[in-house]
């Protein structure tokens, strides 16, 4: 898969969704040095077959119209492959550089943000013309950016439903597209211990507290109970996909811990395409 697309379209949450989806990623990969990354990638004792590979404007080769050339080799060596392409109307691109302050790859050449945003998309028009899939961003936050990569990309990944747990803090809001949605404010809270406050619920020492509390557990019990009864329904009408949000306070310790933990045990159940999103952590 070669992801590619203007900068500020998503090109990150969709490698990084693929990572999460087993695939072996890489950003920014010389494009000429694609057929041999493969070669090296698929050689090697673990037999990696599902690669994702970024090639946008920050590449070095200066010649991107090339890259039907380097597809076609990777073709020769026995991989199907897909040139994805992320797209954005220059208005959401403004927007968006100006929420994050950050620079535009092509900034360095001296040019205000809005021409260096004509120039890219004059440099990419020939990524543009041969992609498998062109998926336009301009209406979507992260959350829907990561929902369609698994629904669009990961076709083929795995058999079933694919789960996106995600933590989230109450007081930025609800995720807009969480099928189910647990409160944990509830439980005790592990900001009001010094010691466990800067870290999440990813920490070992987070993990571990909130695991000798009982109320905690009986709380993960009895939702994992839920969603290993409901799921299963869900999957027979032949849903795609399902997200199930976690939310607290801050989103930092007890909705990261209880989306982990329950994209733990259902891992555990030998599925495929879970995945796990934390919104306060990103």
């Known amino acids: 898969m070669v992801v590619s697309g203007m900068s500020g379209s998503g090109k990150s949450v969709a490698l990084n969704t693929l990572e999460d989806l087993d695939f072996f990623c890489t950003d ?20 990696r077959h599902r690669l994702a590979v970024g090639i946008d404007v920050r590449n070095r080769t200066p010649d991107l119209t090339r890259i039907p050339e380097w597809l076609s080799e990777v073709g020769d060596l026995g991989f199907d492959h ?3 392409y992320f797209d954005t109307r220059d208005e959401v691109l403004l927007k968006r550089y100006s929420d994050t302050r950050r620079k535009h790859p092509l900034s360095h050449e001296g040019l205000p943000l809005a021409d260096a945003i004509v120039l890219e998309r004059k440099r990419m028009r020939p990524l543009r013309a041969i992609a498998d899939l062109v998926m336009d961003t301009s209406e979507m936050n992260v959350h829907q950016m990561r929902r369609q990569v698994i629904t669009e990309l990961g076709v083929g990944a795995h058999q079933g439903l694919s789960l996106l747990f995600e933590s989230f803090a109450y007081k930025r809001g609800l995720p807009a597209d969480a099928d189910f949605v647990f409160d944990a404010r509830a439980l005790p809270n592990p900001h009001w211990d010094a010691r466990l406050r800067p870290l999440s619920g990813r920490d070992a020492a987070v993990r571990e507290h909130l695991d000798r509390d009982a109320l905690v557990q ?14 299963p329904r869900f999957e027979a009408e032949t849903r795609s996909y399902l997200t199930v949000a976690f939310g607290c306070t801050g989103g930092r310790h007890r909705s990261v811990y209880l989306a982990e933990s329950l994209a733990r045990h259902f891992r555990d159940q030998g599925r495929e395409g879970v995945v796990t999103f934390h919104r306060e952590l990103e």
């Open 28 to 47: 920014n990969l010389p494009a000429e040095l694609l057929p041999r990354f493969v070669r090296s990638v698929a050689s090697d004792n673990r037999g």
């Open 82 to 84: 897909k040139l994805v």
């Open 218 to 231: 009986e709380f993960r019990g009895q939702v994992t109970a839920f969603l290993d009864t409901w799921i």
